[in-house]
């Protein structure tokens, strides 16, 4: 036995807005988790301080990558578009510009004031990237410093397992090695 609800012209019309509210409701909340999602991965990148920059890198890459926004840094700047250009030219064109400029976006929203000056005459993310890690180059310097001086000071104080101690110089030995300086 099958049984058919017949509707009238009233309830149809309200069946239909309901699916209708209900299709925006969804597409509402899909909406609101994505920006959700956007802020929380986009806060997982650390602020670059003068220590950081091969974190804060790593992170950004990263970031832009999960997003599909590290086209302007896979590829070069196509050639700019003219009355010629194809269909496919103009793609690969809006998705390079997309891909650049939320990318600044998102780099120059992580990266205090003071270290903006030299880089926001910048355009492209890939020159804006490279002047970046020229600066930080140096760091590189004060970062196995910091390193080295943190390896020659450690003591075991007994207040932790010894495994743990010996993992944490391990660690330290491993960080001065991924920056080329050699323990003897």
């Given at each position: 036995m099958v049984l058919v609800h017949a509707y009238?012209?009233?309830d149809n019309t309200s069946a239909q807005r309901k699916t209708v509210v209900w299709q925006r409701f969804v597409c509402t909340c899909v909406d609101i988790m994505s920006v959700n999602n956007v802020f929380t991965t986009l806060n997982g990148i650390p602020m670059l301080?003068?220590?950081?920059f091969k974190t804060w890198k790593n992170k950004v890459t990263l970031?832009?990558?999960c997003?599909?926004?590290d086209y302007a840094l896979r590829e070069p700047c196509p050639a700019p578009l003219t009355d010629q250009s194809s269909l496919e030219d103009r793609r690969v064109f809006e998705r390079w510009e997309r891909s650049n400029r939320i990318?600044?976006?998102i780099m120059k929203n992580t990266i205090p004031?003071?270290?903006l000056d030299t880089t926001s005459d910048k355009r492209d993310i890939k020159q804006f990237l490279d002047t970046l890690e020229e600066r930080f180059v140096r760091s590189d310097k004060a970062e196995t410093s910091a390193t080295l001086k943190k390896?020659?000071?450690?003591?075991?104080k007994g207040d932790r397992n010894i495994r743990e101690y010996v993992l944490d110089m391990c660690h330290l030995a491993g960080k001065l090695?991924?920056?080329?300086?050699?323990?003897?």
């Open positions: 009238s012209h009233a301080n003068g220590t950081n970031v832009l990558g997003m599909d926004l990318g600044l976006m004031e003071t270290f390896l020659v000071s450690m003591r075991y090695k991924s920056l080329k300086f050699e323990i003897p």
